[in-house]
């Protein structure tokens, strides 16, 4: 394409030149025949340059048609393209969309699966300590099987779970009678009678004729005859019920556990051993405190309120003046406070009504120390025993949290046995205490009871003795 407009544009140049020469030349004779011959050559430079631009001209058409195709094509695949793009652009969202989809349904397959073990291992847990599970104890391992495999637990698992667990219910309701084997109270495996009732009680029979309570050991496959000296009632009554005597028989709703604490005879010396060393110090605020209650209630039990008969004789020998047998009648009432006082105040005869008042109240103080004497002691004790027990408890404690520090709560048994015995100590401190205020209680009410009738007395006596001096 370029060369053939080069060609053109070489032709005219020649064309422009030639007619410019020949205006100059045909001036001239000499040069006429180099003009005819350069219109000759202008003649044939025409025609090629004709044919040049009819060449041209059907080129640019054919260029032309081909852009026109070239053009048709592009939007032609332009469309195509738009159409694959928005078909790709649908492919990826619908492939967001799948993808959510996936993970929304393995979440629930987690949350499934997750569910489904979680029941297994709560399953296992119901299995425990369970005499049903004693009875049954392929049931255990097909728990174990569900929740240690690493299989996605199927509609098999499922259907596995609820029949555990309607089994479970079902067998909760029965009594069962059985011979079997167990563990028996001298440690070793015999086989007997055993009644189960429900989940929660279960008892044995051997051939002589010995009874008492099953308990199932931890992993609930064997059940072991629990040690110790039970209510003698209780044996009998199992006793009557094996024998069809009796339908009536004790049950324990804690499967067991309350029957093996009838078995265990506790003294209150291992308690206090248990408990450590505080426990002695309450023993100790406890025995003081009976001492001086008991002393209290001798003290306080000899004094006796006056009675009207010996104040209206009081009252006699004073009106008519005899005020020193007056004095000698109130000595010799020792034990009873109220004579006490009034001879203090018979020294005061003949004074002013308000010496005579002072001299009184000062006679009842001097009285009320006598008889409150050791009571502020005991309120004390009363307070100090449960904050050491308290002390006790939160030391325990301490010590219970340092064990969990150091080896874990991998065992509840032990751990739930550290705590009992750090309560021990608030439990004893509680069990001191208690009785020293109500004894407190007591002892002060009686106190009060007299100083009222002192303060009551003296104050009848004091209006006499004014009337007399008025007199």
């Known amino acids: ?39 000759q050559d202008q003649e044939l430079s025409l025609e090629e340059s004709a044919d040049i631009e009819r060449l041209v001209k059907m080129d640019r058409t054919a260029l032309e048609k081909e852009l026109a195709d070239l053009k048709a094509q592009d939007k032609k695949e332009g469309a195509t393209l738009t159409r694959l793009e928005n078909q790709y652009q649908a492919l990826r969202k619908e492939e967001e969309q799948h993808k959510k989809d996936l993970e929304d349904e393995q979440d629930e397959i987690q949350a499934i699966e997750d569910a489904v073990r979680a029941t297994g291992k709560d399953a296992i847990s119901v299995s425990r300590d369970n005499p049903i599970t004693a009875e049954f104890p392929e049931r255990k391992e097909i728990l174990e099987g569900i929740v240690n495999s690493k299989r996605f637990p199927g509609m098999n698992w499922i259907k596995t779970l609820v029949e ?28 007997g009678e055993i009644i189960r009732i429900g989940r929660f009680t279960t008892y044995f029979k051997l051939n002589d004729g010995t009874v008492g309570f099953l308990k199932p050991e931890a992993d609930g496959r064997r059940l072991v005859a629990v040690t110790g000296e039970a209510p ?71 004094k006796a309120r006056a009675s009207e008969k010996v104040m209206a004789h009081i009252k ?34 003949g004074y002013s009504q308000d010496v005579l008042e002072n001299a009184l109240q000062e006679a009842i103080l001097k009285q009320v120390p006598k008889l409150e004497r ?28 340092n064990i969990i520090t150091e080896v874990g709560t991998s065992d509840p048994g032990m751990l739930a046995g550290g705590i009992s015995v750090a309560l021990l100590t608030t439990q004893f401190g509680l069990a001191v205490a208690i009785p020293i205020m109500l004894v407190h209680h007591f002892l002060k009410s009686q106190v009060d009871k007299i100083v009222v009738d002192m303060q009551e007395k003296g104050m009848a006596f004091a209006i006499t003795l004014i009337k007399k001096g008025s007199n």
């Open 232 to 302: 003698a009632y209780m044996i009998s009554d199992i006793a009557d019920y094996f024998d069809g005597k009796s339908n009536i028989a004790p049950i324990d709703l804690s499967n067991g556990g309350y029957f093996v604490q009838l078995t265990k005879k506790v003294t209150w010396r291992d308690k206090l051993e248990q408990g450590g060393s505080l426990m002695y110090a309450i023993a100790a605020v406890g025995l003081f405190a009976i001492l001086l209650g008991l002393e209290r209630i001798i003290v306080l039990g000899t």
């Open 1 to 39: 394409m370029s060369n053939n407009w080069k060609k053109i544009i070489v032709v005219l140049s020649v064309m422009v030149l030639f007619f410019a020469g020949g205006r100059v030349f045909a001036q001239s004779e000499g040069w006429k025949k180099i003009a005819d011959k350069t219109n």
């Open 164 to 191: 555990f667990y309607f089994s479970e219910m079902q067998e909760t309701g029965r009594i069962v009678r059985r011979t079997g084997e167990f563990v028996g109270p001298d440690g070793r495996a015999t086989t």
């Open 316 to 349: 006699d020998m004073a009106t008519q003046g005899n005020y020193a047998e007056a004095k000698e009648y109130c000595s010799s009432k020792s034990r009873i406070p109220t004579c006490q006082m009034l001879d203090s105040a018979l020294d005061h005869v």
């Open 374 to 401: 050791f009571l502020p002691t005991l309120a004390l004790f009363a307070v100090i025993s449960p904050l050491l027990g308290l002390l006790g408890t939160v030391t325990g404690m301490i010590q219970t949290f």
